[in-house]
């Protein structure tokens, strides 16, 4: 994230996380918390929040520059989300976990610690070898798993 973001960050919020009790509280004031909009069984189309129009921007630019470079786990979130729910709610999405970690960060003061691209392998690794299995079997090759000496590195 760039010096300008974090500075509109700070000049937004006021760097006080005290008056949001949860990072919840400070995406939805922000404008960025996920809409919901259920009656019953039926969930309807929902919008994001109206929030702070400056903070909003910021946030924007930085997830979609956090979206287009390709080792971190923001990149990692945004193409798992984009091939299930599109670009523009995949940005949403991104941006919602910049301003949580900015919460946290400014919280607990301390630094960001990037999970990495391979975040989502890692926590499920039988659901990330389901899927490149089935990949390669719905291109028309058989496949046979053989286990190796050393497990994914954690």
């Known amino acids: 994230m760039s010096g300008k973001v974090a500075d509109v960050i700070i000049a937004e919020t006021g760097g006080d996380m005290s008056l949001f009790p949860d990072a919840k509280h400070l995406a939805s004031w922000a404008g960025v918390a996920p809409g919901s909009n259920q009656s019953g069984p039926r969930a309807k189309p929902a919008r994001v929040r109206p929030g702070d129009t400056y903070l909003k921007a910021a946030l924007g630019i930085a ?3 956090a979206a287009r470079n390709k080792k971190t786990y923001f990149s990692a979130q945004y193409r798992r989300v984009a091939t299930r729910r599109g670009p523009m ?9 910049i301003i949580t970690s900015v919460w946290y960060m400014l919280t607990r003061d301390t630094e960001y610690i990037d999970p990495g691209p391979d975040y989502f392998t890692r926590r499920r690794p039988d659901t990330a070898k389901t899927r490149a299995v089935s990949q ?3 291109l028309g090759y058989t496949v046979t ?3 190796t000496k050393e497990p994914m590195a954690k």
Request: net charge negative.
């Open 89 to 97: 709610k995949a940005l949403v999405a991104v941006e919602n976990s």
């Open 136 to 138: 390669l079997e719905a």
């Open 145 to 147: 798993l053989t286990t």
């Open 63 to 65: 997830a979609l520059s």
